[in-house]
């Protein structure tokens, strides 16, 4: 699988402010996703990162609030605008390769908003 | 109702023991189901990836998936303390979208 760094670690914000969260993997992969998982809850998926087209953003999860772009095969950013505490989470993203289901996760942006 | 049902735990063995995780779904079109083990301040690591139904070993870790009793578990042979993670299940119908579990936290004590 790939290898799949993201910056930064972790962040304390101030409601209000915007934070860009990048995701790089080591070798090109088909298809990358952002996910963000609260505290005590499982994993959900924020939307699919397009490579040279507008992200896919799942129920609940609009572009004005978390922008994605993906320039090319190997890099994505995700921002979370206009923070609020509610938005304290870990990010996290994944990439999938070839015709399986396998999913692999980078170690995560922990974000603390206050 | 949620789509994927796990016990949060917490749940403590000995050393030495074997843990038993599982899982519930509800959706019969689930065909792909994956473990995954997420230590403290880490993201998840793929441990087990399975097609519909049966076992799967590998190691001291053995997943079985039970479609007719829409049910999944993981088993750990011979508990490390290493192990001490959050285990999460995690399935799919046919794409990339996945379903999660909560997790269950997992302490192996020395």
């Known amino acids: 699988s790939a290898v799949i760094s993201q910056k930064p670690s972790r962040d304390i914000c101030q409601r209000g402010t915007s934070l860009t969260i990048q995701c790089q993997v080591d070798?090109?992969?088909?298809?990358m996703f952002w996910y963000r998982q609260q505290p005590g809850q499982s994993l959900t998926l924020i939307a699919t990162?397009?490579?040279?087209?507008?992200?896919?953003?799942e129920s609940g999860f609009v572009i004005d609030k978390f922008p994605i772009s993906r320039p090319n095969l190997t890099f994505s950013t995700l921002t979370v605008s206009n923070m609020s505490p509610e938005d304290s989470s870990i990010y996290l993203c994944s990439d999938q390769t070839g015709g399986h289901n396998e999913q692999f996760f980078g170690p995560g942006t922990r974000l603390t908003v206050l | 109702q949620k789509e994927v049902e796990q016990d949060p735990g917490p749940l403590s063995v000995p050393e030495g023991a074997i843990v038993s995780l599982n899982c519930t779904y509800s959706?019969?079109?689930?065909?792909?189901f994956m473990w995954y083990r997420q230590y403290s301040r880490k993201g998840p690591e793929l441990l087990m990836y399975?097609?519909?139904?049966g076992n799967k070993e590998d190691g001291r870790f053995t997943a079985q998936v039970d479609k007719s009793s829409k049910y999944i578990s993981l088993f750990i042979r011979d508990s490390q303390p290493s192990d001490s993670a959050t285990y999460l299940c995690a399935m799919s119908i046919n794409d990339y979208k996945l379903s999660f579990g909560a997790g269950t936290t997992v302490t192996v004590r020395a």
């Open positions: 070798s090109q992969v088909t298809m």
């Open positions: 990162a397009n490579q040279g087209s507008e992200a896919t953003y």
């Open positions: 959706n019969s079109a689930f065909q792909y």
């Open positions: 399975t097609y519909s139904s």
